[in-house]
């Protein structure tokens, strides 16, 4: 087992002063070592070939590829970045994203996903909707009386993001209103137009 020389490892072992260590299949660099690594599994002891399929496969590019389930108790973490991993706590029904140490993305059984920060798409972003269901769609909320979500435009101008228009929900009182604001050359949001809940169109230019 424990080969040298241009003889082919299966397994090695090292000892020293403060750890014992064994290598299974590949050996250090001066050594011979086994190229695939290949474990299959029996669906019955008790039968012989009963089932035999092979469960995992470490290659020599060292992808490792299993015929079935991984189950990992809470986190599938990088290696080269200990803070950017998917995190699955407790029995929740929850996928969690994370990266730098905070959470970007969540993952419910609702089935909600929730965006810690921007969402950044160069091409389309598609929602199917039931036409007989019309609650459903993009919700933008705010938490603030005066004012809903909106939709801001933006254009890349000498290198900086500029927001040129926008698209705000607003109230008065329990009414709402929609605003159509555009930017001057100071990149500052004027209403252009608003639409109230009287479906009056107040226009503020020509």
Same mark, same amino acid.
């Given at each position: 087992?424990?080969?040298?020389?241009?003889?082919?490892?299966?397994?090695?072992?090292?000892?020293?002063?403060?750890?014992?260590?064994?290598?299974?299949?590949?050996?250090?660099?001066?050594?011979?070592?086994? =190229?695939?690594?290949?474990?299959?599994?029996?669906?019955?002891?008790?039968?012989? $070939?009963?089932?035999?399929?092979?469960?995992?496969? #470490?290659?020599?590019?060292?992808?490792?590829?299993?015929?079935?389930?991984?189950?990992?108790?809470?986190?599938?973490?990088?290696?080269?970045?200990?803070?950017?991993?998917? =995190?699955?706590?407790?029995?929740?029904?929850?996928?969690?994203?994370?990266?730098?140490?905070?959470?970007?993305?969540?993952?419910?059984?609702?089935?909600?996903?929730?965006?810690?920060?921007?969402?950044?798409?160069?091409?389309?972003?598609?929602?199917?909707?039931?036409?007989?269901?019309?609650?459903? $769609?993009?919700?933008?909320?705010?938490?603030?009386?005066?004012?809903?979500?909106? #939709?801001?435009?933006?254009?890349?101008?000498?290198?900086?993001?500029?927001? #040129? &228009?926008?698209? =705000?929900?607003?109230?008065?009182?329990?009414?709402?209103?929609?605003?159509? =604001?555009?930017?001057?050359?100071?990149?500052?949001?004027?209403?252009?137009?608003?639409?109230?809940?009287?479906?009056? &169109? #107040?226009?503020?230019?020509?």
């Amino acid at each position: 087992l424990n080969y040298v020389g241009n003889n082919v490892s299966i397994m090695q072992y090292a000892t020293n002063s403060s750890a014992n260590t064994v290598y299974y299949g590949s050996a250090d660099n001066s050594h011979s070592g086994l =190229q695939n690594h290949r474990f299959y599994v029996n669906a019955d002891p008790n039968t012989p $070939g009963s089932g035999h399929t092979e469960a995992l496969h #470490i290659a020599s590019n060292t992808n490792a590829t299993f015929a079935g389930n991984i189950s990992v108790a809470e986190k599938i973490i990088h290696s080269g970045d200990t803070n950017t991993y998917i =995190q699955f706590p407790g029995t929740n029904d929850k996928i969690v994203f994370t990266t730098n140490g905070s959470d970007h993305l969540t993952l419910d059984a609702t089935p909600n996903a929730t965006f810690a920060g921007n969402v950044i798409t160069s091409g389309e972003i598609t929602i199917n909707n039931n036409a007989s269901d019309n609650d459903k $769609g993009i919700h933008i909320k705010n938490d603030t009386d005066a004012y809903g979500g909106g #939709i801001t435009f933006w254009t890349e101008y000498s290198g900086t993001d500029t927001n #040129i &228009a926008r698209i =705000q929900g607003g109230t008065n009182g329990s009414n709402g209103i929609l605003y159509l =604001q555009t930017a001057n050359t100071s990149k500052v949001l004027t209403t252009a137009l608003s639409l109230d809940f009287n479906q009056d &169109a #107040i226009f503020r230019g020509d």
